[in-house]
């Protein structure tokens, strides 16, 4: 639509890069993650956004930097589909609390189900409280870019 958008970067911290590499499959859950955030933001305002993302497995430098660009629409079609909602802005504190929490859980998920292969560096880690409480430190990454 003729309107304005809203970049934003999902990112995540450089410890959770080789995850992916060794999880391949996580890569197709993440895309649905990110949208989904907004979705709902948008959901809760009353209106449906226009969003289009892309995937990222590597940063400017070419290493390993898994994250996602997504772009929405400020504002979006009413749920009646009669008019525009403008002027709806997703604000950075909202979205990197809900994209943190979300990407914690799914690692937390994958591994109790037992699906989720551990890089070699942490190995030892053989229970689930172990892992909780080794993303439990990760709970305080910045997501820096919201544009």
């Given at each position: 639509?003729?309107?304005?958008?809203?970049?934003i970067?999902?990112?995540?911290?450089q410890k959770?890069?080789?995850?992916?590499w060794y999880?391949?499959?996580?890569?197709?859950?993440?895309?649905?993650?990110a949208a989904?955030?907004i979705?709902?933001l948008a959901r809760?305002r009353?209106?449906?956004?226009?969003?289009?993302?892309a995937?990222?497995?590597s940063?400017?430098?070419?290493?390993?930097?898994f994250?996602i660009h997504?772009s929405?629409?400020?504002?979006?079609?009413s749920?009646?589909l009669?008019?525009?909602?403008?002027?709806?802005?997703?604000?950075?504190?909202?979205?990197?609390k809900?994209w943190?929490?979300?990407?914690?859980?799914?690692?937390?998920?994958e591994f109790k189900?037992?699906?989720?292969?551990?890089?070699?560096?942490l190995?030892?880690i053989?229970s689930y409280?172990?892992?909780?409480?080794?993303?439990?430190?990760?709970s305080?990454?910045?997501?820096?870019?919201?544009?």
């Amino acid at each position: 639509p003729n309107t304005k958008w809203q970049h934003i970067t999902f990112t995540m911290p450089q410890k959770l890069w080789d995850f992916f590499w060794y999880n391949r499959h996580l890569m197709n859950k993440i895309p649905s993650i990110a949208a989904g955030i907004i979705k709902e933001l948008a959901r809760q305002r009353g209106f449906i956004p226009g969003i289009f993302l892309a995937i990222h497995t590597s940063g400017r430098d070419l290493k390993r930097n898994f994250h996602i660009h997504l772009s929405t629409t400020v504002g979006g079609l009413s749920f009646s589909l009669d008019k525009w909602i403008n002027s709806a802005y997703f604000y950075h504190d909202t979205i990197k609390k809900m994209w943190r929490y979300a990407i914690l859980s799914l690692f937390r998920k994958e591994f109790k189900q037992g699906s989720l292969k551990l890089p070699p560096h942490l190995k030892h880690i053989k229970s689930y409280y172990d892992f909780c409480s080794w993303t439990g430190q990760l709970s305080t990454w910045k997501m820096p870019k919201i544009l």
